[in-house]
T-cell receptor
Framework: KQEVTQIPAALSVPEGENLVLNCSFT??????LQWFRQDPGKGLTSLLL?????REQTSGRLNASLDKSSGRSTLYIAASQPGDSATYLC?????????????FGKGTHLIIQP | NAGVTQTPKFQVLKTGQSMTLQCAQD?????MYWYRQDPGMGLRLIYY???????DKGEVPNGYNVSRLNKREFSLRLESAAPSQTSVYFC?????????????FGPGTRLTVL
């Protein structure tokens, strides 16, 4: 069974710092990996989807990398801002594809101090 | 486009009562999903529908039923609510494509069962 782990569970940093969130998964036969943001009491917003054929995907100050062989992905946030405070979740589809749902990590709760 | 919409936003039930959570998407996606999110457990898949006319169980289907009414709508029914079903329920949709099945989420329904 696929397992997804996110480290750290919580992170608090001063505004302006660059930071890295980590995601690991146990079954590397995935086609892609998706990063989400969740604000308190809200739904999930898709940030980036990185396909297995890609090594990196960028959107603004966000950069996601994927290393299938090691079962790891990182989300890099440059020049962090208080508005980046949220919970960040990574998720993977079923190994080998299919229409089953995503398997999620438990998230990293990020606080950016002004 | 509204994306994925869910009704109601909040609901309080007594044990044994029934209710239906509604979900609709306007992105012409084939696949739709129901997840629940609980503290410490993360997001878990309840049921999914790969395409109109099909439904399948996810990780935690007990106590729930679903109906894929048409391509746009996917409802989740609790026949006899239990306190263990207190949770936040999210609906999601995606295009059925193994390599690029980016999922988009609704705002959630916060359900309390007393």
């Amino acid at each position: 069974k696929q397992e997804v782990t996110q480290i750290p569970a919580a992170l608090s940093v001063p505004e302006g710092e660059n930071l890295v969130l980590n995601c690991s998964f146990t079954d590397s036969a995935i086609y892609n990996l998706q990063w989400f943001r969740q604000d308190p009491g809200k739904g999930l917003t898709s940030l980036l989807l990185i396909q297995s054929s890609q090594r990196e995907q960028t959107s603004g100050r966000l950069n996601a990398s994927l290393d299938k062989s090691s079962g790891r992905s990182t989300l890099y946030i440059a020049a962090s801002q208080p508005g980046d405070s949220a919970t960040y979740l990574c998720a993977v589809p079923p190994p080998g594809g299919g229409a089953d749902g995503l398997t999620f990590g438990k998230g990293t709760h990020l606080i950016i101090q002004p | 486009n509204a994306g994925v919409t869910q009704t109601p936003k909040f609901q309080v039930l007594k044990t044994g009562q029934s209710m239906t959570l509604q979900c609709a998407q306007d992105m012409n996606h084939n696949s739709m999903y129901w997840y629940r999110q609980d503290p410490g457990m993360g997001l878990r898949l309840i049921y999914y529908s790969a395409s109109e006319g099909t439904t399948d169980k996810g990780e935690v289907p007990n106590g729930y039923n679903v109906s894929r009414l048409n391509k746009r709508e996917f409802s989740l029914r609790l026949e006899s609510a239990a306190p263990s079903q207190t949770s936040v329920y999210f609906c999601a949709s995606s295009e059925l494509d193994s390599t690029y099945n980016e999922q988009f989420f609704g705002p959630g329904t916060r359900l309390t069962v007393l």
